[in-house]
């Protein structure tokens, strides 16, 4: 059973950064594809961004140019750069791994944008 921890959420001023990561329990080339998603009260859960084994990346609209995604298979470690958050990104970030061995979910971190 493969196990994905989020770490990095907070509370943030509009027009600020934070860079969430997610953990591996196992080595992340085993996992084909990871992915970010988000979910705020009373809305679906929504894909950010996606990156591949192979190194494709690709984004939602609503944080295209704003949130950068990565993987470092030597830390085991997916990560995501958020910068210029509002109020609208207000939510619980969620990451996603799948491949071969399954699909797996991290429990999530809340990530709040106030002043």
């Known amino acids: 059973q493969v196990q994905l921890v989020e770490s990095g959420g907070g509370l943030v001023q509009p027009g600020g950064s934070l860079r969430l990561s997610c953990t591996a329990s196992?080595?992340?080339?085993?996992?084909?594809?990871m992915a970010w998603y988000r979910q705020a009260p009373g809305k679906q859960r929504e894909s950010l961004a996606v990156a591949t084994r192979g190194g494709i990346t690709t984004y939602s609209g609503s944080v295209k140019g704003r949130f950068t995604i990565s993987r470092d298979n030597a830390a085991n470690t997916m990560y995501l750069q958020m910068n210029s958050l509002s109020p609208e990104d207000t939510a619980v970030y969620y990451c996603?791994?799948?491949?071969?061995?399954?699909?797996?979910w991290g429990q999530g971190t809340q990530v709040t944008v106030s002043s």
């Open positions: 196992t080595n992340i080339f085993n996992l084909a594809v």
């Open positions: 996603h791994g799948g491949g071969s061995m399954g699909n797996y």
